[in-house]
């Protein structure tokens, strides 16, 4: 078992900057690519980006690219979501995900969810 917790999220003025932070616990982190999506309210969860295991590899959603930045810390079992020049469209529920792949990208192949933390871009 993994237990996911994310924080980081808030109100945030369009243009501005936040860092979403998921902290893991349970297992090997580093067995994990870690990934991250977004809810917005009437929408389906959709996939923001991932990490492999190892840090080597990442994908982004074409959405976020060029905006956000995913990144993890192995050694502090967190992975973390950089978010510059934030549009109101970016707001949503975001969530953290841990898959046994390589990477990951589809929601179906991630094996354990945190709560989420909430994004407020106002405009």
């Known amino acids: 078992q993994v237990q996911l917790v994310e924080s980081g999220g808030g109100l945030v003025q369009a243009g501005g900057s936040l860092r979403l932070s998921c902290a893991a616990s349970?297992?090997?982190?580093?067995?994990?690519?870690m990934g991250w999506f977004r809810q917005a309210p009437g929408k389906e969860r959709e996939f923001v980006a991932a990490?492999?295991?190892?840090?080597?590899?990442?994908v982004y959603a074409d959405s976020v690219k060029g905006r956000f930045t995913i990144s993890r810390d192995n050694a502090k079992n967190t992975v973390y979501l950089q978010m510059n020049s934030l549009r109101p469209e970016d707001t949503a529920v975001y969530y953290c995900?841990?898959?046994?792949?390589?990477?990951?990208?589809?929601?179906?192949?991630?094996?354990?969810w945190g709560q989420g933390t909430q994004v407020t871009v106002s405009s």
């Open positions: 990490i492999s295991r190892s840090a080597s590899s990442t």
């Open positions: 349970g297992r090997t982190f580093s067995s994990y690519a």
């Open positions: 995900a841990a898959s046994g792949r390589i990477l990951a990208i589809s929601k179906d192949t991630y094996d354990y």
